[in-house]
């Protein structure tokens, strides 16, 4: 995977296994691992030129001394059932990885990319429909830094609908082919028994729901708001709109987008604002808690918060 991501933990806590040392706030690497193949039978391959895949091995690296160990993850994959059968010292059962570092285990994201790639034209059921691509869905547009480019997934803890905890997921939303309007988001989700498990909610079609393309729109035809970055710009400075998340919220949608001010004497950006639209309004104040406080909680939102209407008129498309 391209995304390897560092923890810190007690990797001997539970006492059960004598390859890591019981030290507190341990660093190890994990990084995840496929086996894949372009000769499964009957499969599109797409634009990945394989048509297999899976995640069967979590490798776990240390980062103190490079001692790297790996993990079947997916014992039902023929694939690397050959290959520990090849290299029996070399592979162990993921039971043998200490409880509070399996803990740390998430979705991966490059699997997850090729298989929300494969959801915009395999989630349609009805032959004809599919035949004609009549359904066909694409990953929405975002402003980051200045220009536009394909939503990346994201991970993010929150509350799945109808679920009354939060959770960690890997999230990413689709819009209709060649409209900019939501229809779909796509969950992986990470934590205790719901690993692996995805989640595909799709909006109803007689409703119009604000795709990214769409908020980004509001936030830069917004005069109140558009006024204050053309000004920053103006000032020897350089505005930098983030990445803009879909934040799912019981029923409804919270759309979160940075804006960063980088100097022309200093390449380190700073976070100057939070935009937060919510229902029928745009916020944007010093920090995501008075962002937030904008929306929920307007009469307690300190002076700097600038509380803006959300347009009902949707740009074409």
Known sequence: DSDPYLVAVDAHIDGKNQQFPGQENYLYWIVDAYTTSDRYPYSDTGKNSINYIRNSVKVVIDANNGTVRFYIADAADPLITAWSKIFPKMFQPLRNLPVNLRSHLRYPVDYFKIQSERLMIYHMTDPQVFYNREDQWQIPNEIYDNESRKVE???????????????????????????????????????????????????????????????????????????????????????????????????????????????????????????????????????????????????????????RPLEDEIPPG
């Open 153 to 307: 997934p994201y991970y993010l803890i929150t509350s799945l609908p109808n679920v009354s905890f939060e959770e960690f997921i890997l999230l990413l939303p689709y819009t209709p082919k060649q409209r900019t309007n939501l229809i779909a988001w796509l969950a992986a989700r990470s934590d205790g028994e719901n690993y692996g498990k995805l989640l595909l909610y799709n909006f109803p079609k007689e409703r119009l729901i604000y795709g990214q393309e769409q908020i980004e729109a509001r936030i830069n035809q917004d005069p109140v708001i558009s006024q204050q970055i053309s000004l920053w710009n103006r000032q020897g400075s350089r505005v930098i709109q983030g990445n803009l998340l879909i934040v799912p919220i019981e029923q409804s949608l919270l759309y979160v987008e940075p804006i960063y001010l980088e100097a022309t004497q200093n390449s380190l950006p700073t976070l100057v604002r939070v935009v937060v639209a919510y229902e029928n309004r745009i916020i944007m104040a010093p920090t995501l808690e008075q962002a937030l406080q904008g929306i929920f909680q307007p009469e307690l939102a300190p002076p700097a918060t600038i509380i």
